[in-house]
């Protein structure tokens, strides 16, 4: 019996091919299994959102082209109110995507005895004119989101003192934000 001795080049061949092989095989298992839960968990975000508040408010939540921020107090005699408008800087409308995708701010509506007077409201202005208004009563512990014509669509706790932080950093100079955020830490 004869022993066949394969040219070098097989060998070079069939070295290249198991390493190829060998850098298929470990790319395959090195791919991050956590990807599918990432996708289940902004899935489960959206979906508590958008199940709140409807498609078509979402969207202009989510995807709003410009949002300006309205900030209104009475001043001490009761007579006249301030205020103050402020457009929302690019890098905060992250910021206050992530606030408002937070399930736990669409979970319960508790009645709560006292008149709504909404101090800080967000305007979100997205394409082909469709626009929707978020206000915030930082004393009740409420907002709730408007239409164009500001119809009240739904009504929410604020679960957290996120927007009220938020309100804090557009407007530093509010007295009013700064002993709420200074009360509740006690």
Not at 61 to 85: F, G, H, I, P, R
Not at 96 to 122: H, M, Q, R, W
């Amino acid at each position: 019996m004869k022993i066949k001795i394969l040219p070098f080049s097989c060998y070079a061949k069939l070295v290249v091919t198991f390493i190829a092989a060998s850098f298929i095989v470990t790319s395959c298992s090195a791919s991050p299994t956590n990807r599918i839960e990432d996708n289940r968990v902004t899935i489960q975000k959206d979906s508590v959102m958008r199940k709140a508040v409807g498609d078509s408010i979402y969207t202009i939540l989510t995807n709003a082209k410009s949002v300006s921020a309205t900030l209104k107090l009475k001043a001490k005699d009761n007579k006249t109110d301030s205020v103050v408008n402020m457009k929302v800087a690019k890098n905060d409308k992250y910021v206050l995507n992530f606030i408002l995708s937070a399930p736990s701010y669409y979970e319960s509506n508790d009645t709560v005895f006292g008149k709504y007077v909404p101090n800080f409201t967000l305007n979100f202005k997205a394409s082909k004119g469709r626009s929707c208004t978020a206000n915030f009563d930082f004393g009740l512990r409420k907002w709730n989101i408007c239409d164009a014509n500001g119809n009240e669509i739904v009504k929410f706790d604020l679960p957290t003192n996120d927007v009220l932080r938020f309100a804090n950093q557009l407007f530093p100079d509010c007295e009013y934000f700064n002993v709420l955020l200074n009360s509740q830490q006690k």
